[in-house]
């Protein structure tokens, strides 16, 4: 009995000693806190040894006299959390939101009676391995902006049941949406904006009935939140969802369940029409839906919401219903899910503007769908019997299920219906023979399957498994054979088919090869063909700068790029090529062939790169030389509109030039039909060439060499004003090292001497080749002529001999020029600029601002009015330094030396 006595008293003792333990550990715990907190320490020591007299520390009333909560919220505190903190057990609240703690975040693993944990605006660093584990009462988490290392939301988060509130904006959280936040069922307030966080939301989120407030908006990393939306339809207590500048696709779902008051997806990429059960929503108070690519009517909302809808979408009209055509084709993508490169190009309502990828139309009615191998999935929506002058539906190789909608077979002018390749079940529709149906690759049901051709094949099938209850065995098998040898033949079918299809695919996208001469074949380059022939007046226009009268012209065109930047999308340009047709052939060039397009009535030029020559260049390469040939503009130079890459496709696009080649009215007038040119045209046309050139020279801090400048090059429009085109041979040079060793590119007959021997790639590389080019505007000869004697087949050599004789220059020059006595002393002048522009050493020739100044000076003399003024002046403002520099340094030239050429060796001082 004694024993048993002393027994309860020791227990009783050590429970006694273990409480007074955990008591005074709780006390130890404050201390530590004090020491490593500065900015406590103070307050704190003066009062006394209770620590539960210390302010924001609250104790149990009575007994044990544990620390239940510790409220030091705003107090500029800093230091480190001591680890001995995780041993206040009893702790139910810490509050250190708004102080300056740093370091590592400590362990507050088992504290099981936390409930209330806030953070926010600290500096700590880490959080440790055990972040949230145990923490199986807490109810309210809230750490936004820590500075931490990145880490994920720990599973053990699961263990909070009871947590109401979890914010961690701007707090570092890496990696894909947490899938197990679909645990917390209590969960009202979810914040996560502002992190890391990649992925899609996880369906399994729709177990959180009690959300009200969900933000993940401006997630900031490469891949931010993407994937589709619809998981919100089953939050049906979300009062707030902020979802803005993530990259959500897909079309907004049917929230017709919630109580949404507030609303924000703009910056995502959201597709379709926006639904009514959105612009309904009575508690609606605040939507932001700008910058998506929603499509359809301009959602209207009771005038009690504050909206911001208007920017960056693709709506069809500011007000009121779309087009029926637009509303028809809206409903076939909704039918897809509303795919998001369907959305980026079915904006607006004009469905015919060539814009949209797929739709084909004729007199302004679509004649057809095209949409083979666009990943598409979801079903063939019944609306399509609205496009009633449908000629061609096409969905080939896509995921597409459901079934072929029966009332398709009453559209009138259906003429082919390809589904080939989806996943499409029921029975394809008796549709009327004239219509041509391609349906193999389905999951028709077996009746359905006749089109398949083994309509033989199918009947036996239904046949053996009615017959296998009681058939004779000996008919059993051959029934099987047959069944076996109908299936092979079947897939033969198909298979021949498949291949049949393949190849003429491959037909279709032949990499295009042209016929180029051996210099060219050498040349890896992007070539650029095409000009703008649209300014619509006469030749006095050019009171403005080139990017001015470029911005004017191009407006339209600029529309089109508008969705993809400078890219365009292969069905445009196919579209736009009326598929890459003989008869838009403009020409064949060195690394391609250029065809003329028609893009929305805007006249284009698109140069399809011989996938041979581009072959070595990736596509990288291909987008860094488009970046450098964005850069060169000016009105003398043709300008890039576009580019587009497709497999291994490679297509530039400029605008069209209307009149021509430079060559077509020198040396091909028979064959070009057109009238020779005056002098003063071919003076007009010099210096505008002359200045394309000087500015690629001297642009900014880059100079830029042509490298293959010759009139085939140099492209006129309707005024026959000149520009320069074809830059496939412009090499960036760095100032530093204007003399670049390169491969020898270019075209025999205007390759510089010392190019041609060394490959030493200067700017009068190019001043020899325009040398050449006036040669040949002067004499009308090509620069090699087979057809004479050997030593004349060179422009240059016959030139610069006949030079020394005055009778027989005279005779030499192009007998289609009428020339006065004036016009033939400009001729002259011309004529010994380029018998300079070709001297054999580079340094005897000019620099090209050198030839610009002489040209505008014999023009000024010779048609004062006709020729614009304004480059020298307008650009001005828009030159760099560095070139305003060396166009005074260049006028300096003029003026010391303006009245002859003799003194050649005063070019040496540019060099
Ligand atoms: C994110 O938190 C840091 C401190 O960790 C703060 O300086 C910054 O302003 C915060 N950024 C945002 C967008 O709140
Ligand atoms: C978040 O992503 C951005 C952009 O990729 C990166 O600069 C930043 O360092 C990342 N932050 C963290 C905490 O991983
Ligand atoms: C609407 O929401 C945005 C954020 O989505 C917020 O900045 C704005 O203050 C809200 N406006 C109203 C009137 O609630
Ligand atoms: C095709 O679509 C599915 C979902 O619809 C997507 O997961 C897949 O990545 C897509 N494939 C391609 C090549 O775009
Ligand atoms: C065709 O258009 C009419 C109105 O233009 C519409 O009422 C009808 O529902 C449409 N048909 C389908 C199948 O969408
Ligand atoms: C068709 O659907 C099945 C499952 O329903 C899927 O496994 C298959 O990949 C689909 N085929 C195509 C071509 O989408
Ligand atoms: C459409 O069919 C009608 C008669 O069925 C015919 O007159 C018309 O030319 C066809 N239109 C086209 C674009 O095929």
């Not at 790639?761 to 009308?780: C, Q």
């Not at 601002?849 to 014999?858: I, T, Y």
């Not at 006709?866 to 001005?876: F, L, P, R, V």
């Amino acid at each position: 009995m004694g024993r048993e006595t002393s027994g309860l008293v020791a227990l009783v003792l050590l429970l006694l000693l273990v409480a007074a333990a955990a008591g005074a550990s709780d006390a130890d715990a404050i201390r530590d806190l004090a020491k490593s907190v500065a900015g406590l320490g103070r307050a704190w020591g003066g009062a006394g040894d209770d620590v539960c007299g210390f302010s924001g520390v609250t104790c149990e009333r009575g007994g044990g006299g544990r620390v239940t909560s510790l409220s030091l919220p705003n107090q500029g505190l800093t230091g480190t959390l001591p680890a001995s903190l995780s041993t206040l057990t009893a702790l139910k609240d810490l509050q250190l939101q708004g102080n300056a703690l740093s370091g590592a975040f400590p362990s507050l693993a088992g504290m099981g009676s936390l409930t209330r944990l806030a953070l926010d605006g600290n500096a700590f660093t880490s959080l440790p391995k055990d972040f949230l584990q145990g923490l199986t009462s807490l109810q309210y988490l809230s750490m936004d902006d820590l500075p931490l290392e990145s880490w994920p939301v720990p599973e053990a988060i699961s263990g909070c049941s009871s947590l109401d509130t979890f914010s961690a904006s701007n707090a570092s959280i890496t990696g894909d949406f947490p899938v197990v936040l679909a645990n917390l069922a209590s969960l009202r307030n979810l914040r996560l904006s502002y992190n890391n966080l990649t992925g899609v939301l996880p369906s399994g989120l729709s177990e959180l009935i009690a959300i009200e407030s969900l933000q993940l908006n401006n997630q900031r990393s490469e891949r931010k939140l993407s994937g589709p939306i619809d998981v919100i339809a089953s939050l049906k207590s979300l009062k707030l969802l902020w979802i803005q500048s993530n990259e959500f696709t897909g079309p907004i779902p049917d929230l017709s369940d919630l109580q949404l008051e507030s609303f924000n997806v703009r910056d995502n990429m959201l597709t379709g029409v926006v639904p009514a059960s959105l612009t309904k929503l009575a508690s609606l108070k605040n939507v932001s839906l700008s910058n998506n690519n929603l499509q359809g009517p301009m959602p209207e909302f009771a005038n009690t919401v504050t909206l911001d809808i208007n920017d960056g979408n693709g709506f069809c009209v500011k007000s009121g219903p779309c087009d029926p055509m637009t509303t028809t084709l809206l409903e076939v993508a909704a039918g897809f899910g509303y795919p998001l490169d369907l959305a980026v190009s079915w904006k607006g309502n004009a469905p015919c503007s060539q814009q949209w990828i797929g739709i084909v139309c004729s007199s302004s009615d679509v004649s057809s769908i095209n949409l083979p191998n666009r990943n598409l999935s979801g079903t063939i929506s019944p609306a399509i019997v609205n496009l009633t002058r449908l000629g061609k539906l096409i969905l080939s190789n896509n995921h597409l299920s459901g079934v072929i909608p029966d009332v398709l077979i009453t559209l009138p002018n259906l003429s082919v219906l390809d589904v080939t390749n989806n996943n499409l079940t029921g029975q394809v529709p008796k549709f009327k023979p004239s219509v041509k149906v391609l349906a193999e690759g389905n999951q028709f049901g077996e009746s359905g399957d006749s089109k398949g051709g083994g309509g033989g094949g199918s009947d036996g099938g239904s046949a053996s498994s009615s017959s296998s209850s009681g058939g004779k065995p000996k008919s059993n098998a051959g029934m099987i054979i047959g069944i076996i040898l109908a299936v092979i033949i079947l897939f033969a079918c198909i298979g021949l088919l498949v291949h049949h299809r393949k190849k003429k695919n491959l037909d279709k996208f032949r990499p295009v090869s042209s016929k180029t001469s051996p210099a060219e074949s050498e040349m890896m380059k992007i070539q650029v063909v095409g000009t703008n022939g649209n300014s619509n007046g006469s030749s006095a226009v050019p009171t403005e700068l080139y990017s001015h009268v470029s911005a004017a012209n191009s407006a339209n065109i600029a529309d089109l790029f508008d969705s993809h930047g400078m890219q365009l999308p292969m069905e445009v340009l196919l579209n736009a090529t009326n598929n890459f047709s003989e008869d838009c052939i403009l020409g064949r060039g060195g690394f391609g062939v250029v065809f003329k397009g028609d893009l929305n009535g805007k006249l284009i030029a698109v140069k399809r790169c011989d996938s041979g020559a581009m072959g070595t260049k990736g596509q990288q390469e291909f987008l860094a030389e488009i970046d450098v040939l964005r850069k060169v503009r000016h009105r003398h130079l043709v300008a890039l509109l576009g580019y587009c890459t497709h497999g291994n496709e490679r297509l530039l696009v400029y605008e069209y030039m209307s009149g021509g080649t430079l060559q077509e009215h020198l040396c091909d007038l028979q064959k070009s039909g057109y009238t020779p040119l005056t002098w003063t045209q071919r003076m007009t046309i010099a210096l505008d060439v002359a200045r394309g050139i000087e500015y690629l020279h001297g642009l900014a801090q880059e100079t830029f060499i042509h490298r293959d400048l010759k009139p085939s090059n140099i492209l006129l429009d309707q005024d026959l004003r000149a520009k320069v085109s074809d830059f496939g041979l412009v090499k960036l040079a760095k100032d530093t090292d204007k003399s670049l060793l390169t491969r020898v590119a270019g075209t025999f007959g205007y390759l510089a001497p010392e190019y041609a021997t060394t490959g030493k790639v200067t700017t009068k590389v190019d001043v020899y080749a325009y040398g050449v080019i006036l040669m040949e505007m002067i004499t009308g000869r090509k620069v090699l002529d087979d057809s004479l004697p050997d030593d004349e087949t060179h422009l240059v050599t016959i030139f610069r001999r006949n030079m020394l004789d005055k009778e027989k220059f005279r005779k030499f020059v192009d007998p289609k020029l009428e020339l006065s006595a004036e016009a033939w002393n400009s001729l002259l002048e011309v004529a010994d600029l380029a018998r300079h522009c070709t001297a054999r050493e580079a340094y005897q020739r000019p620099d090209m601002c050198h030839c610009v100044n002489r040209l505008s000076s014999l023009v000024d003399q010779w048609k004062p009015t006709n020729i614009d003024e304004d480059d020298d002046e307008g650009q001005t403002s828009e030159m760099g330094l560095h070139q305003q520099l060396e166009k005074w340094r260049c006028d300096d030239f003029t003026i010391s030396d303006s009245d002859t050429f003799s003194s050649f060796n005063m070019a040496r001082r540019y060099n």
